[in-house]
């Protein structure tokens, strides 16, 4: 039901017809995004397997105008920075509730053959040079297999988990 603005007053008109496909039209396909698909499954794992982790996605992608810009560099945006940030808890309370300290570790997830930019370049090497754990995946198994390298697979990951 759609609702049209009449004088002051709206009325509420119920569409007679359905809409018909233009004949010859061609249908948009929908976009497709690789890399916010595997950074999706990268969290749904985290979130499903290691309730212990915390893992969160970095908003740094995007077409901005150059006041936008600005504002976001003055709030601490830093471009090339991973896709996502994993937080292990290192040191926990004796009554386990809450942790004392936490290790960040970062992810970058790219497309298939995709290289990574200058910017993402720095970040890993920044990353290396301060020992905070980095790596670039292209797949969730080399996801899982990164995370089981870092040792933050502490809980049994059942098989039939579905993304």
Aim: aromatic fraction near 10%; glycine fraction near 4%.
């Amino acid at each position: 039901m759609r609702s049209y603005r009449l004088g002051s007053e709206f009325a509420n008109v119920k569409r007679k017809t359905r809409r018909k496909p233009i004949v010859g039209a061609i249908r948009r396909k929908k976009r497709e995004h690789p890399e916010a698909d595997l950074q999706a499954k990268c969290v749904y794992f985290v979130d499903v397997t290691q309730p212990q982790l915390y893992c969160f996605a970095i908003r740094n992608e995007g077409v901005r105008s150059i006041p936008e810009t600005m504002l976001a560099l003055k709030m601490g945006m830093r471009p090339g920075i991973g896709d996502l940030c994993i937080l292990k808890p290192l040191k926990l309370c004796d009554d386990r509730l809450f942790a004392i300290a936490w290790q960040a570790f970062f992810v970058e997830c790219k497309d298939k053959g995709k290289p990574l930019n200058d910017n993402q370049k720095q970040f890993r090497e920044f990353c290396i040079r301060k020992a905070i754990p980095y790596t670039s995946i292209e797949t969730v198994e080399e996801f899982i297999l990164q995370l089981n390298k870092w040792g933050l697979i502490t809980r049994p990951v059942p098989l039939s988990i579905k993304f």
